[in-house]
């Protein structure tokens, strides 16, 4: 838990610094993104959330194996910071293994980097020690 407490608050604490090199309309504008981003992962759509992405990301195939190897996928946005072109959401993911037929719940940390209105980068990290 505290590894958490202190990425958001160093998220907190760096990404103001960082706003002033973007207008508060982009921040704004990247912040909408990736919260509209999020809800189509949520409703299994795959080619709207892949289409929030930069073409050479490949988010297509990511996205496809996850639809494809957990059912009921779903974030819960927890934290959400923004400054310019970076958005740092903390959520708590939940799913079921189609395979195995277990139900996890994971802590995420999602670092996105945007360009104009796109998704370009994602940095993840989760607490795979609470699943194990």
């Keep these: 838990m505290s590894k958490v407490i202190h990425v958001t608050l160093v998220a907190r604490t760096i990404l103001p610094t960082l706003a002033h090199v973007e207008p508060a309309d ?71 293994h189609r395979e195995v037929g277990t139900r996890n719940e994971i802590a995420h940390i999602d670092w996105y980097t945007l360009r104009d209105g796109k998704i370009v980068q994602r940095w993840a990290t989760r607490d795979s020690i609470a699943r194990s």
């Design 26 to 96: 982009v921040t704004a504008l990247n912040e909408a993104v990736i919260r509209a981003n999020l809800e189509k992962i949520n409703r299994g759509d795959l080619l709207g959330a892949a289409a929030d992405w930069a073409e050479d990301a490949g988010a297509q195939n990511a996205l496809g194996d996850i639809f494809t190897t957990f059912s009921d996928y779903h974030m819960d946005i927890v934290d959400l910071v923004a400054a310019g072109d970076t958005v740092v959401v903390r959520s708590n993911v939940t799913a079921i």
